[in-house]
């Protein structure tokens, strides 16, 4: 039998990335501390089929708000893989807005939102974020925590106006906080300051701090909950948009940002930021390729043009060893995926 790896902690166990990754941590032989909002609930039910699970899960009730709560789930770790973030997908109370959500104003335009609706984002998206961020920080240090790897996100990256438009995004890019605020991306925002207050946080006290920035994570669902950015490519297979932006999509497979994530935990030189992206694909492509596996589904109609010449890198990462996938698998697993769990026919 494999030697166990030791203990870590994942929070936020039951979300779309933390189900992959906690399957994975299992798989590799860690002994795994989940946290979740409500023990018991059908919604975590997956993470206790998981192979080893009986052995070598055990679930926390926490909540990123609750200090005491993550320091209990913390405590007799090594490691802390802090992925847990509020990425809401409720609708934004605005006519012209009505099938976005706050978490796809980030990969559309974002549409103006109402003062209450402004308070309601600040409220349920910016505290967890960026103080339930600092809450698991501060556990992690005072439990001597060896590394932390941080979900942040290419949100707390690329929403830069002042960047060179012909260069490339890398991990010396960071989105701008006022930019952020002013165009009411709070999803952005959250993940900005949660990301750059991490750091201060790191520099302060000498936490060994690592931050992963995915950009639009596919692929298939282990959760029985839809998340955001799986619900942008049912949104893609069953909406019948009359017109679509052919806005470049940069897409990385859930289980492809996993193994990032270990990889960056386990490799002892692995430090700072990294962009975690695989495929560049216009929304055309990327329906012109479901189209030719899945044709009958109800797919936009148009593609109006658009200069988005901005792009992101993940040499960094693979310089650490980290490779991916091709896109058409992420495709096909994340459809059958949604077949299987019945959201689609
Ligand atoms: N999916 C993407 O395309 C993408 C791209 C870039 C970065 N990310 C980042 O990846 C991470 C995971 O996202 P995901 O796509 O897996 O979303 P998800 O499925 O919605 O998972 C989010 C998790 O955060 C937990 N959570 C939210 N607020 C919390 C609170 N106050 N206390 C404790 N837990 C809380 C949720 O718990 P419950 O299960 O109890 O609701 C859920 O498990 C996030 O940090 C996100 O910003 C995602």
């Known amino acids: 039998m494999a030697a166990e790896k030791g203990r870590v902690c994942v929070t936020g166990a039951g979300g ?15 002994l795994v501390h989940a946290t979740v909002r409500q023990p018991g609930d059908a919604k975590y039910a997956h993470l206790s089929s998981f192979e080893k699970a009986s052995e070598n899960l055990r679930l926390f009730k926490a ?11 913390v405590e007799g770790c090594i490691g802390v893989f802090h992925v847990a973030s509020p990425v809401p997908s409720t609708t934004v109370a605005n006519p012209e807005a009505k099938l976005l959500s706050y978490f796809l104003i980030f990969f559309l335009p974002p549409p103006s939102l109402s003062p209450p609706a402004a308070k309601q984002s600040e409220v349920e998206v910016i505290e967890p974020a960026v103080k339930g961020t600092l809450n698991v920080l501060k556990a992690s240090h005072e439990s001597k925590i060896k590394r932390v790897i941080f979900v942040s996100s290419v949100a707390a990256v690329a929403l830069n106006p002042r960047w060179p438009k012909d260069q490339v995004m890398d991990e010396t890019c960071w989105s701008d906080k006022d930019y ?7 999803y952005c925002f959250s993940k900005t300051v949660a990301e750059s207050e991490s750091w201060e946080f790191a520099r302060r006290t ?5 931050a992963v920035c995915p950009t639009l994570v596919l692929g298939p669902i282990l959760q029985p909950t ?17 017109t679509m932006e052919n806005k470049l999509r940069k897409i990385i497979d859930v289980r492809d940002l996993a193994e990032a994530l270990i990889l960056a935990y386990e490799t002892p030189e692995a430090e700072g930021r990294y962009i975690c992206t695989a495929h560049a694909v216009e ?4 329906v012109d390729i479901l189209k030719s596996i899945y044709p009958n589904y109800n797919y936009p109609k148009n593609f109006t043009e658009v200069h988005e010449p901005e792009r992101q890198s993940s040499e960094k990462l693979q310089r650490l060893g980290w490779s991916y996938r091709p896109l058409k698998e992420t495709l096909v697993d994340s459809v ?10």
């Open 16 to 30: 779309f990335v933390a189900s992959w990754l906690v399957k994975l941590l299992l798989s590799k032989n860690y």
């Open 63 to 73: 909540d990123l708000l609750d200090y005491n709560s993550l320091q209990s789930a």
């Open 180 to 186: 952020c605020r002013t165009t009411k991306n709070w």
């Open 206 to 210: 000498g936490l060994d701090l690592v």
């Open 226 to 242: 839809v998340n955001a950015s799986s619900l942008f490519l049912l949104k893609l297979l069953e909406e019948g948009l009359e």
């Open 283 to 286: 929304a055309k492509s990327l």
């Open 336 to 345: 059958e995926s949604y077949r299987k769990a019945g959201l689609l026919d």
